[in-house]
Nanobody, 119 residues
Framework: QVHLVESGGGLVQPGGSLRLSCVASGFTFSTYVMSWYRQAPGKERELVATITSAGGTTNYTDSVKGRFTISRDNAKNTVYLQMNSLKSEDTAVYYC????????????WGQGARVTVSS
C-alpha cells in the first residue's frame, strides 16, 4: 500500500524558515520523480519544485527560486523542501507528489501539510 506522509508544516513569521519532509512507502522510491505542490485558499494547486529520481536535476517555480530548496534521500525514501525567507504569499497546503519516471500516468499524492506565514 502506497503512503506519502508529509510533516514539518506550521505557523511561521515572515522571513522565517520551515523544512517539510515527505516519507514514502509502498513503492520503489528511487524510480519516482518527486515534487512539491501547494494550494492556497481559493486558488488552484500549483507546482512548486521538482527533483529527478536520482536527485541530479531540480526545478522551481519562479516565485520560490533562491528561497526554496528541494532535496531527496533515496536511502530514507524521503524528499524535503527547505523553505527560507518565507512570505505571506507562501501560505498554503503543501502536497508531496510522486510520479513514476517511466509512466507519468502513475502518480501518488500525500495528504498535505499546512504552512501559514503570518506575524
Amino acid at each position: 500500500q502506497v503512503h506519502l506522509v508529509e510533516s514539518g508544516g506550521g505557523l511561521v513569521q515572515p522571513g522565517g524558515s520551515l523544512r517539510l519532509s515527505c516519507v514514502a512507502s509502498g513503492f520503489t522510491f528511487s524510480t519516482y520523480v518527486m515534487s512539491w505542490y501547494r494550494q492556497a485558499p481559493g486558488k488552484e494547486r500549483e507546482l512548486v519544485a521538482t527533483i529527478t529520481s536520482a536527485g541530479g536535476t531540480t526545478n522551481y517555480t519562479d516565485s520560490v527560486k533562491g528561497r526554496f530548496t528541494i532535496s531527496r534521500d533515496n536511502a530514507k525514501n524521503t524528499v524535503y523542501l527547505q523553505m527560507n525567507s518565507l512570505k505571506s504569499e507562501d501560505t498554503a497546503v503543501y502536497y508531496c507528489n510522486a510520479r513514476y519516471m517511466f509512466r507519468s500516468t502513475i502518480y501518488y499524492w500525500g495528504q498535505g501539510a499546512r504552512v501559514t506565514v503570518s506575524s
